[in-house]
């Protein structure tokens, strides 16, 4: 490994180490050869559970990665007056997010959730609102990029989680229904050249899995406290790693992955796909093992019998140091207001 000394914004020493890592072929996880499987299955349990995170190369989002990168460009370079009109009143639906520095970091953020299926109930955190603006008029193709993007990977997502599943000696469905009707938060990141270095802080993420597609650099895994490792696949490949509600799921045995983005050229900028997985709102979070014995249901018990997308915003909740006791309220009237809007057709 080689070693370089940073000392980032928040007065921290951090050594960052190049981490070294063996991709692991998507094509396995597809064959019709019982072996390569096996070797799929093998390779992603022993990465997410000596680590938290994987490299996985040739994948269907990599397939895609030139349609998907045209739509960042495209997006990060509207006038700032549209990016301003196409903010969303709320977080966590279409839009720019972020413009400017919030108070993870600073990045220009175009977000988009997948629809929900014809027929299905939009879940309590990813439903459009009445008057959406049409982004196609914007970015001409970027909803139907957008969502073959959101499908893609839910069905990666999906086959990691069943490898999980086999190595932690369960059924590979463990987590299948769950999974149905995924949440999925695509985000077009655009890292600009400005102080501070350290453009996003050091953080978890609270879903299932998280997914990270770039071809530069800038991606830093935490390995202990005074080391981070700078991981960087390309665009042959895509680093998925451990979040929140998976680490509850496996009473711990998953660890959630802490990461930040570090750019050591102040006047480079960084561009990034990140998705979030937070899986669905239909059926409750499985849990392995002994719930008994599970330390995070001891705490919060209430989480038994909770979906994955809402122990994931629940946890949220925790880290912005709300009320966790909300998180009932919460849901009650968010599925009120879906309630309302499907009554009326919308």
């Given at each position: 490994?080689?070693?370089?000394?940073?000392?980032?914004?928040?007065?921290?020493?951090?050594?960052?180490?190049?981490?070294?890592y063996?991709?692991?072929?998507?094509?396995?996880?597809?064959?019709?050869?019982?072996?390569?499987?096996?070797?799929?299955?093998?390779?992603?349990?022993?990465?997410f559970?000596?680590?938290?995170?994987?490299?996985?190369?040739?994948?269907?989002?990599?397939?895609m990665?030139?349609?998907?990168?045209?739509?960042?460009?495209r997006?990060?370079?509207?006038?700032?007056d549209?990016?301003?009109?196409?903010?969303?009143e709320?977080?966590?639906?279409?839009?720019?997010?972020?413009?400017?520095?919030?108070k993870m970091?600073?990045r220009?953020?175009?977000?988009?959730?997948?629809?929900?299926?014809?027929?299905?109930p939009?879940?309590?955190?990813?439903?459009?609102?009445?008057?959406?603006?049409?982004?196609d008029?914007?970015?001409?193709?970027?909803?139907?990029?957008?969502?073959?993007?959101?499908?893609?990977?839910?069905?990666?997502a999906?086959?990691?989680?069943?490898a999980?599943?086999?190595?932690?000696?369960?059924?590979?469905?463990?987590?299948?229904?769950?999974?149905?009707?995924s949440?999925?938060?695509?985000?077009?990141?655009?890292?600009?050249?400005?102080?501070?270095?350290?453009?996003?802080?050091?953080?978890?993420?609270f879903?299932l899995?998280?997914?990270?597609?770039?071809?530069?650099?800038?991606l830093?895994?935490k390995?202990d406290?005074?080391?981070?490792?700078?991981?960087?696949?390309?665009a042959?490949?895509?680093?998925?790693?451990?979040?929140k509600?998976?680490?509850?799921?496996?009473?711990?045995l998953?660890?959630?992955?802490?990461?930040?983005?570090?750019v050591a050229?102040?006047?480079?900028?960084?561009r990034?796909?990140?998705?979030?997985?937070?899986?669905?709102?239909?059926?409750?979070?499985?849990?392995?093992?002994?719930?008994?014995?599970?330390?995070y249901?001891?705490?919060?018990?209430?989480y038994?019998?909770?979906?994955p997308?809402?122990?994931a915003?629940?946890?949220?909740?925790?880290?912005?140091?709300h009320?966790?006791?909300?998180i009932?309220?919460?849901?009650?009237?968010i599925?009120?207001?879906?309630?309302?809007?499907?009554a009326?057709?919308?």
């Amino acid at each position: 490994m080689t070693a370089t000394s940073h000392t980032v914004t928040d007065n921290d020493d951090v050594t960052v180490v190049t981490v070294d890592y063996d991709a692991i072929d998507y094509a396995d996880c597809v064959s019709d050869d019982p072996e390569k499987r096996a070797r799929f299955q093998k390779a992603v349990f022993r990465d997410f559970t000596e680590r938290g995170w994987a490299v996985i190369e040739k994948t269907p989002l990599n397939e895609m990665f030139p349609v998907i990168n045209d739509c960042a460009v495209r997006a990060h370079n509207l006038s700032g007056d549209v990016k301003k009109a196409l903010k969303p009143e709320l977080l966590n639906q279409h839009g720019f997010q972020n413009v400017g520095a919030d108070k993870m970091g600073w990045r220009d953020v175009f977000g988009f959730l997948r629809e929900q299926p014809a027929g299905v109930p939009p879940n309590v955190h990813a439903f459009r609102q009445p008057d959406d603006v049409d982004f196609d008029a914007y970015l001409p193709g970027v909803t139907a990029v957008m969502d073959e993007a959101a499908e893609k990977t839910e069905e990666i997502a999906a086959n990691v989680l069943r490898a999980i599943s086999v190595g932690l000696g369960e059924d590979q469905s463990f987590f299948d229904a769950c999974m149905e009707y995924s949440f999925i938060d695509i985000r077009l990141n655009r890292y600009p050249p400005v102080e501070p270095k350290e453009r996003i802080l050091k953080h978890p993420d609270f879903g299932l899995v998280s997914v990270v597609l770039s071809e530069e650099p800038g991606l830093q895994v935490k390995i202990d406290d005074d080391h981070y490792g700078a991981v960087t696949p390309g665009a042959g490949g895509i680093v998925i790693f451990a979040a929140k509600a998976l680490e509850i799921a496996t009473a711990g045995l998953i660890k959630t992955l802490h990461h930040r983005v570090y750019v050591a050229d102040p006047a480079a900028a960084r561009r990034s796909v990140n998705i979030f997985v937070g899986g669905g709102d239909f059926a409750p979070m499985p849990f392995f093992g002994d719930k008994s014995s599970n330390p995070y249901l001891r705490e919060c018990p209430h989480y038994d019998g909770m979906t994955p997308l809402l122990i994931a915003i629940a946890e949220w909740e925790r880290f912005s140091k709300h009320n966790i006791d909300s998180i009932v309220e919460f849901d009650q009237k968010i599925r009120k207001r879906i309630e309302g809007r499907m009554a009326v057709g919308g």
